[in-house]
């Protein structure tokens, strides 16, 4: 298994990998545009030349960060590659300076395994929000929040 930052070319893999599952209502959907402006924030899992994990930390804020658009493919779920890319990406935040990282969630269970506990949204500040006037399900959020103190 190789962990490393994407480039252009696993764009298409990425967007069908977050995509099938959005489509099952199991995390939200990410257009190919949000993926290529914010491909530096990700790292992909990469198995026989196959894209098959990804996760992306979004920098909020002063000390705060986000991980979103966590998706490993069905074939190897269980195999420790979500452990690993979150582990990679808490790493990076700490390596920023970053001192909370929080995730919005439909899969709470996931992040708690990681040491995330499950906190009220309203807890997180106003700047969390910005982005999500743009989504389908503004204003009837019913993602999870938990966060980590890193």
């Known amino acids: 298994m190789i962990y490393r930052k994407p480039t252009f070319k696993d764009v298409e893999a990425m967007f069908e990998l977050v995509n099938n599952y959005a489509e099952q209502g199991l995390m939200l959907g990410r257009s190919r545009n949000v993926l290529y402006e914010s491909l530096r924030d990700f790292i ?27 998706a490993i493919a069905p074939q190897v779920t269980k195999s420790g590659i979500g452990r690993n890319i979150v582990q990679a990406l808490i790493e990076e935040a700490k390596n920023l300076g970053v001192t909370t990282v929080f995730a919005l969630t439909y899969q709470p269970d996931f992040f708690k395994k990681q040491g995330f506990t499950e906190l009220p949204k309203e807890e997180l500040p106003h700047k969390v929000w910005k982005e999500c006037i743009n989504c389908t399900k503004f204003p009837n959020c019913d993602e999870i929040a938990l966060s980590i103190k890193i």
Do not use: P, Q, S
């Open 44 to 70: 992909v899992a990469e198995e026989n030349g196959e894209i098959v994990g990804m996760g992306a930390l979004y920098l909020m804020w002063n000390e705060l960060a986000e991980i979103r658009a966590m």
